[in-house]
C-alpha cells in the first residue's frame, strides 16, 4: 500500500469520532438566525395567498433585519463558515427574490397575468445572479479596498424593499390604487429594480459603519428611537421613504466609485511614470 495519506484508510473509530465531531454554538447561532430569516421569507408568501399584504410586508421587513444580523452576528462571534454562507445566500433567494415578486403578482400583477408573470420572473432571476455573483466576487483577491465601500448592483435586501414601493403606498394614507390601469406602470417599475440588482451599478454599502464617534451617540440613538416610533406608527409612510431615499442616493454612489476610481487609475500612472 502507498504512504500517500491519501490512500490510508481510517479506522472505525476515527470514522465515528469525525461524524460525531462537536461543533461550537458559535457556529450554530448565526446559521439559527438565518434560518429564521427564510421562515420570514416563507410566511410572507402564506399571508400574501391569504391576502393579508400588511402582514407579507412585515414578514418580509423581518426577514432583512435577520439578514443583516446573522452575518455582524457570525463575525462577532468568529463563527463565519463556507456552509454559513451557503445557507445565507440559499435563504437571501428565497426572502428577496422569490417572497416579493409573489407578493406583488398576487397583490395587483395578476391583472395583467402574462406581463405581469414576466415581470416576477425576471426579478426572481435577476435575485439569483446578483446573489451568485456576489459569491464569486467574495473570493476575488485582485479587487481593491476600497471596493468594500460598494456592492456591484443593487444588493438583493435593498431589492425587496424598494420593489415592493408601488404597494406600501397602497398601503399607506395616500392608498395608491390597484387598478389594471396601473399595473403596467408597476410592472415597468418591478423589471427596472431587477435591472438595477442585476447590473453592475455600484450601491453604497453599509458593511463599513462600525463605531460611532463617543459625541455621536446621544444624536444616533435619538435617531434610532425616532426611526422605530415611525415605523411602529406609520411604517408604510416610513418604508416608503426609505425606498425613495435608496433610490435617490444611487447617482451618489457612481460619482463616488467614479471619483475613486480615476484616483486610483493616477495613482497607478504615477507610480508607472
Known sequence: MSDDPQNLELSPLELRRLRFRKIPIRVVLPNLVTLLALCMGLTSIRYAIEQDFGKAVTAIMAAAVLDGLDGRLARALKGTSRFGAELDSLADFVDFAVAPGLLLYLWSLHE??????????????????????????????????????????????????????????????????????????????????????????????????????????????????????????????????????????????????????????????????
Open 112 to 273: 395583467i397575468k402574462g406581463l405581469g408573470w414576466f415581470a416576477v420572473l425576471a426579478f426572481a432571476i435577476a435575485g439569483a445572479l446578483r446573489l451568485a455573483r456576489f459569491n464569486v466576487m467574495i473570493d476575488d483577491p485582485s479587487r481593491p479596498a476600497w471596493h468594500a465601500e460598494f456592492f456591484v448592483g443593487m444588493p438583493a435586501p435593498a431589492g425587496a424593499v424598494t420593489v415592493l414601493l408601488p404597494l406600501y403606498l397602497h398601503l399607506s394614507a395616500l392608498e395608491l390604487p390597484a387598478t389594471k390601469a396601473l399595473v403596467p406602470f408597476y410592472i415597468i417599475y418591478v423589471l427596472a429594480i431587477a435591472f438595477l440588482m442585476a447590473s453592475r451599478i455600484p450601491h453604497f454599502s453599509g458593511k463599513r459603519i462600525g463605531r460611532i464617534p463617543r459625541d455621536l451617540v446621544i444624536p444616533v440613538l435619538f435617531g434610532v428611537g425616532v426611526t422605530a416610533l415611525l415605523l411602529a406608527i406609520y411604517p408604510m409612510e416610513l418604508l416608503s421613504v426609505v425606498s425613495v431615499a435608496f433610490l435617490a442616493a444611487i447617482p451618489l454612489s457612481v460619482k463616488r466609485y467614479n471619483a475613486l476610481a480615476k484616483a486610483q487609475a493616477e495613482k497607478a500612472e504615477a507610480s508607472v511614470s
